[in-house]
């Protein structure tokens, strides 16, 4: 059986954190990273250069965001030779629109004898903005105070280019709307990554 690499990718607050653990928990012996597992870090790149801590600004686009997503690719890479499933929750907005950059991680995953299949989470704004709020972390003030100018910037369609160009090994679609689409939704990816690669 091949392993797999899973990206679970959206904006923030659509339900990445909640959709990656049910996915965990149900198929077990999985290594599981999270992007906010290095926030200690991104925060004290802030600190140290005295810029206001803005996710979606040049500072953090420029000189943090490459660092951290290729730290966490390493690691899960590094993950991928000692256990069969290793999933990354992760925005990925950028880098799942690259179909170039895609197939060079999906061309790696193979060499490892792994797939590798993205999980985008499908939702509301409006849903992504009550979630926001109420989560209330300290790194989305800056999205939820400028959240019309914020919303222009992010791009919440499902990345299809990723299939047309044969950039990954599958792309699944999981609803978070309501509790139904998430039960659908997940029965639906359990099923495609338990019958893949056998």
Request: hydrophobic share 40%; glycine share 4%.
């Amino acid at each position: 059986m091949k392993k797999k690499m899973v990206f679970v990718a959206a904006p923030p607050a659509c339900g990445k954190t909640y959709v990656s653990e049910l996915i965990a928990k149900s198929v077990g012996n999985v290594v599981y990273l999270d992007k906010d597992d290095l926030a200690d870090l991104v925060r004290t790149s802030f600190e140290i250069s005295g810029n206001e801590m803005d996710m979606d600004g040049d500072f953090y686009i420029n000189n943090i965001r490459s660092a951290e997503y290729s730290t966490l690719l390493n690691i899960a890479f590094s993950a991928l030779r000692f256990e069969n499933l290793v999933l990354i929750n992760a925005p990925f907005g950028k880098e799942v629109r690259n179909t170039e950059y895609m197939r060079m991680l999906k061309e790696k995953a193979n060499e490892n004898d792994a797939e590798l299949f993205v999980v985008w989470i499908t939702t509301s704004q409006e849903l992504c903005y009550e979630r926001m709020k109420k989560r209330n972390s300290t790194r989305d003030i800056h999205k939820l105070n400028n959240w019309e100018d914020y919303v222009k910037k992010i791009n919440f369609s499902p990345p299809f280019e990723l299939e047309k160009k044969d950039a990954v090994d599958r792309l699944i679609l999981f609803d978070t709307n309501n509790e139904e689409t998430i039960r659908e939704s997940l029965d639906k990816t359990l099923k495609i990554l338990q019958e893949s690669g056998k």
